[in-house]
T-cell receptor, first 113, second 110 residues
Framework: DGGITQSPKYLFRKEGQNVTLSCEQN?????MYWYRQDPGQGLRLIYY???????QKGDIAEGYSVSREKKESFPLTVTSAQKNPTAFYLC????????????FGSGTRLTVV | EDQVTQSPEALRLQEGESSSLNCSYT??????LFWYRQDPGKGPEFLFT???AGEEKEKERLKATLTKKESFLHITAPKPEDSATYLC???????????FGKGNQVVVIP
């Protein structure tokens, strides 16, 4: 079955540590997105990519980095520069410019310990 | 800037008690309005896409409608399994991004 796989489901980060969240899709979608979800704040866009080897900053990109070396994969690194990383992270994909909505992964919950 | 406001933030319903959720939006040329359902600790699940004012779509106990300024998600005779957070999002013409509202948290009591 086609879909988006996020891993791990739960992740714990120590102060000053970089961590990478995985997102893989087998839907043959061109565009991929990373969102952060905090209670009462809705989904906020971190980064998005419309094509391989290209990506753009979203509304809250500071302290995060991404890469898009393969169409299927869009990993997100939460760096030590992100001062408040505890949140639920969602990856999504869409067909492309004629976007007819997103397909979401199941999310990764990141906690700072 | 595209904006989406959902109300009420939270809603408690008795099983069988029909109600409606509101999504008000401002966007520079609407390409599409989307409704998603999200269960706790899970990713959003696609429900509907609406493209033009007057359009309606139904799925089981849910019916989505669209005007030029807002969308409604009607829940008819809800069951406990309809308990979830419902997210509304809009896409502007010429833009690949979706702007999301904060969601309507619905609890249906048996």
């Amino acid at each position: 079955d086609g879909g988006i796989t996020q891993s791990p489901k739960y992740l714990f980060r120590k102060e000053g540590q970089n961590v990478t969240l995985s997102c893989e899709q087998n839907l043959n979608h061109d565009a991929m997105y990373w969102y952060r979800q905090d209670p009462g704040q809705g989904l906020r866009l971190i980064y998005y990519s419309q094509i391989v080897n290209d990506f753009q900053k979203g509304d809250i990109a500071e302290g995060y980095s991404v890469s898009r070396e393969k169409k299927e994969s869009f990993p997100l690194t939460v760096t030590s520069a992100q001062k408040n990383p505890t949140a639920f992270y969602l990856c999504a994909s869409s067909i492309g410019r004629n976007n007819y909505g997103y397909t979401f992964g199941s999310g990764t919950r990141l906690t700072v310990v | 800037e595209d904006q989406v406001t959902q109300s009420p933030e939270a809603l408690r319903l008795q099983e069988g008690e029909s109600s409606s959720l509101n999504c008000s939006y401002t966007v520079s040329g609407l390409r599409g309005l989307f409704w998603y359902r999200q269960d706790p600790g899970k990713g959003p699940e696609f429900l509907f896409t609406l493209y033009s004012a007057g359009e309606e779509k139904e799925k089981e106990r849910l019916k989505a409608t669209l005007t030029k300024k807002e969308s409604f998600l009607h829940i008819t005779a809800p069951k406990p399994e309809d308990s979830a957070t419902y997210l509304c999002a809009v896409q502007a013409s010429g833009n690949n991004r979706l702007a999301f509202g904060k969601g309507n948290q619905v609890v249906v009591i048996p």
